[in-house]
């Protein structure tokens, strides 16, 4: 199984960023997915998660109503947007998956111990 992230970069505050994990070596459409970012010297902190079907999904009160996860099955590929990008949201973003096939969100998704694997990370710095 291999998650490759990418789409992180530099970029300023107020700007916008779309990383994208493609996943391999797994049936995709049998996972829910998520994001989670990591900052020097902090823990892994939840940040979106999108279920299999991509019909329902949760964000992080952080990111609510500036990043949307999405996903698109037949390319076995999930996106965060992010929008209104602030200093703060500099980390290292990790795509997780989720072997679930729930339609609702339980609370301990937002657990990163949960998950089945993990992308590599794509690192974000937003300059202020």
């Known amino acids: 199984v291999q998650l490759q992230a990418s789409g992180g970069g530099l970029v300023q505050a107020g700007g916008s960023l779309r990383l994208s994990c493609v996943a391999s070596?797994?049936?995709?459409?049998?996972?829910?997915m998520g994001w989670f970012r990591q900052a020097p010297g902090n823990e892994r902190e939840f940040v979106a998660y999108?279920?299999?079907?991509?019909?329902?999904?949760l964000y992080a009160d952080s990111v609510k109503d500036r990043f949307t996860i999405s996903r698109d099955n037949a390319e076995n590929t999930v996106y965060l947007q992010m929008n209104n990008l602030k200093p703060e949201d500099t980390a290292v973003y990790y795509c997780?998956?989720?072997?679930?096939?729930?339609?609702?969100?339980?609370?301990?998704?937002?657990?990163?111990?949960?998950?089945?694997?993990w992308g590599q990370g794509t690192e974000v710095t937003v300059s202020s």
């Open positions: 997780a998956a989720d072997l679930s096939r729930s339609p609702v969100i339980h609370v301990s998704r937002r657990n990163w111990r949960v998950y089945n694997y």
């Open positions: 070596g797994l049936t995709f459409n049998n996972y829910a």
């Open positions: 999108i279920t299999f079907s991509g019909s329902r999904t």
